[in-house]
Structure formats: C-alpha cells, structure tokens
RNA sequence: UGGGGUGUCGCCAAGCGGUAAGGCAUUGGACUCUGACUCCAACAUCCGAGGGUUCGAAUCCUUCCACCCCAGCCA
C-alpha cells in the first residue's frame, strides 16, 4: 500500500523473479512490485492453490512488496458467501497477510466507464446474436471466424444500447457488449470476445445492483491496472488470453499498466483435486466433507494435522516453472515429517495391542520411570510413566517365528521397552486358529533406563502400561484412490470414466477403535505429537469429553522392509 | 493439420555458448533406548530425436516427434 518499498532486484530463484528483476532493471518498474491474489469465491482451496499462494504473496514480500487479496467476484452463479469467508482463513492460516481486500465488484463502475469509452472509440459493440449464433460464427480452431452484423453500428446506437443494457431492458442473453478486435485471428480469445453480458442474479456482496456483468478478459486487466498490480501472476490456462490482456490495458487509458505472467500448476500423482471431482466425493458422501482428512483442500490438510510451513517449504522446493509438474507424494511426506519432527511432542501409544506379561514383576507393582517429551531437541522436559506386569505393545512387535533381521519380540529374544526396561520373551498363548492372544517376558533389573546400563539390544519397542492408559481412536489414512490397475480391478475389470466417479481406496481410512495413550499426558488440539515408532498425529474435531480421535498426519519413513 | 506452451536422472528442477547445481525417491554404510532423525557415500559421458553452425552446444540454427492449453455471454 502506501508503504511499499521501491524495488530493487533480488537474486532471483525462478523466472518470474528474473523477470520481474529485469522489468526494474530496465526501468520498466518504477516504484515498488505489487502482486494479487485473485482466487473466485466458487469453492475451497486445495494444495495447488497454495502455489498460487505462495508465489503472489511470497513473490510480493521478497521484494518488499504488496499482495492484495482480490476476489475475482464477477460470475454470481457460481459464488458463495460460504467461500469468500473461508478463504480468508486459507490465507491467514498459512501465514500471509494481504496489503488490502478488494472485490473484482467494487471496480464496476470504473469497469463500465472504460467500456463507454471504447464504444465511443469505436473499440466495441453491443450484438445481438445469440449464445448459439456467436457461438457458430466464431470459426474454428483451423478457419477464421464471421464478423457479427452488428459489428458496425454506430456510436450513437452501441451507446444507447449499452445503457440499456445497463439499466436492464434487455433479456438475459439477448445481447453482449463485444470488443472489436480481429475475427480472422488465429488466437480465438482476440476474435471480438464478449466483454460484458446481461446477468439478472443475486449477487451475494452486491445484490441485485448491476444487470451487467463484466468477463474475467475484461475485468482483471482493468482491476490490476486500478489497483496498482505491476506482475499479475496467473496459471497456464491464461497464456493465450495475454494478448487480450493486454489489448485491455493499452485501450483502457489507464497509466498503470500491469504485466500478466503465467507459470504452471502443480499436481500431486494420484491426488483428486479438480473442484468438481472433490465436489462430487462430498456430495455422494465418498468423504466425510470438505474437510476429510484424505482430501487435499487446505481445510482437509489442516485438520489432517499437516503444518503450514510444511506446505510452504513444499511449494518452494518443488519450484516453479512452466512445464507441467506432477509431483511425487513422496516429496510432500518429507517436507511435513520435516516440520513435525521438529515440534512434536514424542510420546507412546499402541494402535493394535497385544498383552505382554512381566512375570516377574508383580501385580499390582508399579515402578515410576522418566520419559523425554522432546528428545529430539537439546533441552527436553520430562514427565513420569509407570512400568508394571501388564502391559500393551504393538501387535507387530511380536513374532511366533521371526522373519531374517528381526528385531523385536518372539520367543528368546531381547528388546528393550523404551525407557523402562530390557525383557527377554519367554513364550506366548494362542487361541485355536493360532492367533498370539498374551505374549510373556521377564524384565532384566539391572537394565533400567538412564541407570547407565551399557547392555544393549538390537531392537527398542514402545509399550502402554496396561493399568495406567486411556482408550482412544485413531485414524490411518492412505491416497483416496488407487493406482489405475488396482482401480480398475477394484471396479470389476471396468475402466474407469472421467465423470468424476472414481472408486475409492477401500484402505483409504482405517479407524483403530482399541488404541492406547499413556494416561498422564494432557493431549491438545494445538500440539503435535509423535507417537513413537508409528507417525505424527494430532487430535482431530471429532473428539469428545469422553473419546480423544487422532488423525494420523502421516507416518514414520519405515526402513525396515518386513521380507515376505 | 490454426495459435499458444512445454520437453534436462524414477519425480520435481537449475542451467541462458565453455564442457550437467540442488531437492525428493532409491541404494550402500555410520550413529541410534524411535529399524525415525542426523551423518557420510553412490546415483544423467548425457540434456525428446535427427541434421547443421562453432575450437567448443543442453544452451544458437534447422527439420521432426511427444505432451498440455484454446472454439463459455466461466474464471
């Protein structure tokens, strides 16, 4: 805004830095470099938006710059209140502040100028044709199209029929205002596009106050100059309306001319994230909302427990350029186990339990013992825990038959319980089909945590003191869809279409009802915790007073390959 | 088959005429009371293909190929 610094170049990390470096360079850019955001109210937010994010306002600030958030609020058919609230929170969530708010509806008036303007220049014309005519008479991609006979009317008539438009004497659809511009073009945006339409809607920030509605080809070059943007940085999709752009901004007799630059979205492999196919996942119930933990919006990420800066660090380190980049999951995994492992709070729980008896410690005995809350920094606080005979480890950590390079529990072997104790497996029960329904060990005194005991055993296990724990849920998840080959035999051998009915991973949510958390831990909805050995998790809204729900953010990097 | 855009390691991505950065993944190994983290090492004789210019090209020219976007009174 008004305390925009005058811009110097920076060293520059992709090409729109470079441009924009050599736009100041060249004098081009005078004051200070000012982006926007302009996303239109007409759903949530997912990840490859946060590029968009990211880019305009991290763009903006690198060069000490202003990024205005603009909702791009010209088509009320398919805008809600509902979108426009919620992504002020997207933005605030991930940390950038905008310069100002501003609506793509507040600049009509000044729109509509600009458009008498260019009737009056002879620049652009009212028509009559209908969608369907207009539609046939623009050519195709190989012929050229026809000029609309009411390309030539007279100043005097597109005026009047302008202002009628306006003052809403028209049917919906009987006539648009067209610019002028070449129906021979071989670009298809520059041959007479609409630039205002009939719309008798609701709006839902201006009502019912304009009959008239300006088109994004318009508008958005117009805003951007009005406001001040010098980089109006946008997706691929836009790269052929630049022309348009830009015959926009150089008839509008603004000063201000603003200069779009587009750069390529960012998909994730095998992450759903069109709007209609999220839309579509809700509707028919495939997800539990627009915030499912599985789908990929920002609200989705976030109460999967999914850190801001982790999405931020992503974003960047999978750069920005103008090929189209599908992006490894893989990578996103790493940039949020990156963040979490710095914040979490380590504590134990086991998700599928098994019983391990301490024979020879006696029941009702319980030993005080000391955990680490934040191992993983320097200076780590501490709490208490209790090791006694019953205890709970993860079902896993137990073999009848150990498989090569095993570490953990089955008969004969050594583990240490973290923190506590090293005990030896001296057998287990099993029901008739063979399940392991009670595993026995006998804890070694002289072994204790932190007594500087220097015996050491290849495997250390987590473990749940089976009289000093809480019964939660927790919630697994994996990619909402398959890869193509599973999906498609999951379907019946039937290929799949492209109408946004995908078959869902049947592994996509596991709910764990039978999990538990060491009972002294006082467990909030703003930490991060890392149960150990099995991920990062967080407590999800569906918590109640007497059920605590955790999301598994994602898991562990799991370098032991369990041979088959 | 018109126009626009893109093609560099499995996935991203630097490189802008001087002889292939980096990250993720992967593979070894060290460390480890998390088989995590961290650390160390390996990982494109080659830049979509062919031809040309040059002492020298992924970078320049040329031909070809592949993929993406555009025919809303959507954005």
């Known amino acids: 805004m008004d305390k925009i610094k005058k811009a110097e170049p920076i060293e520059a990390t992709n090409f729109i830095e470079q441009e924009i470096n050599k736009d100041i360079l060249s004098g081009k850019i005078s004051g200070g470099i000012q982006t926007r955001h302009p996303p239109e109210p007409s759903g949530y937010l997912h990840i490859g938006h946060v590029r968009n994010i990211v880019i305009n306002y991290g763009t903006a600030l690198k060069y000490g710059g202003v990024c205005n958030l ?30 100002a708010i501003h609506y793509a509806t507040e600049y009509f008036q000044q729109n509509y100028e600009i458009a008498v303007k260019l009737i009056k220049e002879g620049k652009a014309y009212v028509c009559d044709l209908s969608a369907e005519e207009l539609s046939a008479t623009r050519g195709t991609l190989t012929e050229p ?14 005026l009047d029929l302008f202002e009628r438009m306006k003052n809403g004497e028209f049917e919906q659809g009987s006539r648009c205002l067209r610019a002028k511009i070449d129906m021979a073009s071989p670009n298809m945006n520059m041959r007479d596009p609409v630039i205002y339409r009939i719309q008798y809607l609701d709006h839902q920030r201006i009502g019912r106050s304009w009959n008239i509605y300006p088109s994004y080809d318009f508008s958005h070059p117009l805003d951007d100059c009005l406001e001040g943007v010098t980089h109006s940085l946008c997706g691929p999709e836009f790269e052929d309306h630049r ?20 750069y390529a979205n960012l998909y994730i492999k095998g992450v759903i994230l069109g709007k209609r196919f999220i839309k579509k996942l809700v509707e028919q119930g495939k997800v539990s909302g627009w915030d499912d933990p599985r789908l990929y919006t920002i609200i989705g990420l976030r109460r999967r427990g999914i850190l801001p800066q982790s999405l931020i660090d992503f974003v960047y380190a999978a750069g920005i350029s103008k090929s189209v980049s599908v992006i490894d999951p893989a990578m996103l995994d790493y940039f949020v186990r990156n963040t979490l492992n710095k914040v979490s709070r380590r504590v134990m729980a086991v998700l599928n339990p098994i019983k391990l008896v301490i024979t020879n410690m006696p029941e009702g005995k319980q030993e005080e013992i000391e955990l680490d809350d934040y191992p993983q920094n320097e200076e780590s606080t501490k709490r208490k825990y209790y090791f006694g005979r019953n205890l709970y480890v993860e079902a896993d950590d137990f ?11 089955y008969p004969g072997n050594e583990v240490r ?95 764990l009802g039978n999990a538990f958390v060491e009972d002294g831990v006082d467990f909030n909805f703003n930490d991060r915790y890392q149960f150990l050995r099995n991920g990062y998790f967080c407590l999800d809204k569906d918590t109640t007073a007497d059920k605590m729900v955790f999301n598994r953010t994602v898991s562990l990097k799991d370098g032991f390959k369990m041979p088959q």
């Not at 348009?244 to 001319?257: D, F, P, Q, R, T």
């Not at 991973?505 to 596991?510: D, G, T």
């Open 70 to 99: 603009r909702y791009d609020d010209t088509n009320p058919e398919k805008e809600k209140q509902e979108y426009v609230d919620a992504l002020q929170e997207d933005v605030k969530w991930l940390g950038y502040k905008w310069g």
């Open 145 to 158: 199209g026809k000029e609309s006979p009411y390309r030539n009317r007279s100043v005097e008539e597109n």
């Open 243 to 262: 022309p348009l752009y830009n015959w926009v901004v150089e008839n509008s007799g603004l000063k201000n001319h603003s200069r779009q630059i587009e």
């Open 399 to 409: 073999m009848k038959e150990p498989v090569p390079k095993y570490h953990r529990l």
């Open 417 to 511: 319980l973290m923190g506590a104790y090293i005990v030896k497996c001296t057998g287990f029960d099993q029901d008739e089909n063979g399940n392991v329904t009670s595993i026995y060990a006998e804890y070694d005194k002289d072994t204790k945590s932190g007594s500087g005991c220097t015996k050491k055993v290849k495997g250390t296990i987590h473990w749940i003191n089976a009289d000093r724990c809480k019964k939660v849920e927790a919630r697994l998840f994996e990619n909402l869809t398959l890869p193509k080959e599973e999906e498609n035999e999951l379907a019946g051998g039937k290929e799949q279409g492209s109408d946004g009915d995908v078959v869902i991973n049947p592994n996509s949510l596991k709910v």
